[in-house]
Each structure stands twice: as structure tokens, then as C-alpha cells.
């Protein structure tokens, strides 16, 4: 089962993403933060929707380094 901060910090996450998403994972995105208003827990199935929404639209990219532009050869 999930956690109820893990779930928490997915849909804080995917919120600014929401435009992004297609009719259907719009849909049971929407249905998922209703439930999680009402603090209800999500089952497996549910959860790894969601995570799969998470990987797919949410990117944390590494920040390049700035000193490597700035080094003198």
C-alpha cells in the first residue's frame, strides 16, 4: 500500500502538469485529488497510476554545473 505522504507529494507535484495530461489521465488525476481531499488512502493499482503520471510529466533534471563554462583552459 502507499503512503499517505508519498501520494501527498505526487499530486502537489503533478498539479502544475495537469494541462499537460490527456482527457483520461486528466480524469482519474482529478478523481485522485478528490480522494486525497477527503485524506483516503489509494489502493496498489491506483497508486502506481499515479506514480506512472508522476514519471511521465514530472522530470527532475540535474542542474548543470556553471563552473564548468566559467574555467579558464
Known amino acids: 500500500m502507499s503512503s499517505y505522504i ?3 507529494n505526487f499530486i502537489e507535484a503533478l498539479k502544475r502538469y495537469e494541462n499537460k495530461m490527456d482527457e483520461k489521465e486528466r480524469t482519474f488525476f482529478s478523481t485522485t485529488v478528490k480522494r486525497n481531499k ?3 488512502d489509494l489502493d496498489s493499482i491506483s497508486f502506481g497510476k499515479l506514480k506512472e503520471l508522476y514519471t511521465k510529466y514530472y522530470v527532475n533534471r540535474k542542474k548543470p554545473n556553471l563552473d564548468d563554462l566559467f574555467k579558464k583552459n
Open 6 to 8: 508519498d501520494q501527498k
Open 38 to 40: 477527503d485524506e483516503e
